[in-house]
T-cell receptor, first 115, second 109 residues
Framework: DTAVSQTPKYLVTQMGNDKSIKCEQN?????MYWYKQDSKKFLKIMFSYNNKELIINETVPNRFSPKSPDKAHLNLHINSLELGDSAVYFCASSQKDGLSGNTIYFGEGSWLTVV | GQNIDQPTEMTATEGAIVQINCTYQ??????LFWYQQHAGEAPTFLSY??LDGLEEKGRFSSFLSRSKGYSYLLLKELQMKDSASYLCAVSDSNYQLIWGAGTKLIIKP
């Protein structure tokens, strides 16, 4: 039933490790996103994909690499984790239409803690 | 540059009415969104305004004035469960969402 689902929900890992967060949406949307929300609660877009193609790549370290095998999936791989990577990562999807604009639907979030 | 401004924090009393303001400056405009985010949870969609005026949805209403670059979210008959952060976001000319930092609303009994 979950429209946008991401796993894992909680992740505690050591500095220097590599980790992945998976995301899937069953809404049939063309666009998917990765957002980062830090301790100050500010939502920052990291990446946006439209039909498997990268359309937004904000100033994000190249240790972060998104992968979209198909338009329903957008995974996030993070290499060489650093303490500053600790945050909540939200996957999201949207479909542009005339009635609701580009309403974004979020996954439940993945709480990453780097120790 | 693009900018969304909203108050950092507001406090209101259970049963009362509160208005959360949002002003914006963006390159183009394709609508304004309000989202609610409870602590430890994901943001959830509340409302979308693309034309001037008031949109009412139950206890929540959202207003837009495009000429003034201004919106507000009005919450009536406040309940304790309304304690949350409220995020204002504007869809720019490329349909990309520009997010405000959010307003933390504290409801007191």
């Amino acid at each position: 039933d979950t429209a946008v689902s991401q796993t894992p929900k909680y992740l505690v890992t050591q500095m220097g490790n590599d980790k992945s967060i998976k995301c899937e949406q069953n809404l049939g949307h063309d666009t998917m996103y990765w957002y980062k929300q830090d301790s100050k609660k500010f939502l920052k877009i990291m990446f946006s994909y439209n039909n498997k193609e990268l359309i937004i790549n904000e100033t994000v370290p190249n240790r972060f690499s998104p992968k979209s095998p198909d338009k329903a999936h957008l995974n996030l791989h993070i290499n060489s984790l650093e303490l500053g990577d600790s945050a909540v990562y939200f996957c999201a999807s949207s479909q542009k239409d005339g009635l609701s604009g580009n309403t974004i639907y979020f996954g439940e979030g993945s709480w990453l803690t780097v120790v | 540059g693009q900018n969304i401004d909203q108050p950092t924090e507001m406090t209101a009393t259970e049963g009362a009415i509160v208005q959360i303001n949002c002003t914006y400056q963006t390159s183009g405009f394709n609508g304004l969104f309000w989202y609610q985010q409870h602590a430890g949870e994901a943001p959830t969609f509340l409302s979308y305004n693309v034309l001037d005026g008031l949109e009412e949805k139950g206890r929540f209403s959202s207003f837009l004035s495009r000429s003034k670059g201004y919106s507000y979210l009005l919450l009536k008959e406040l309940q304790m469960k309304d304690s949350a952060s409220y995020l204002c976001a504007v869809s720019d000319s490329n349909y990309q969402l520009i997010w405000g930092a959010g307003t933390k609303l504290i409801i007191k009994p």
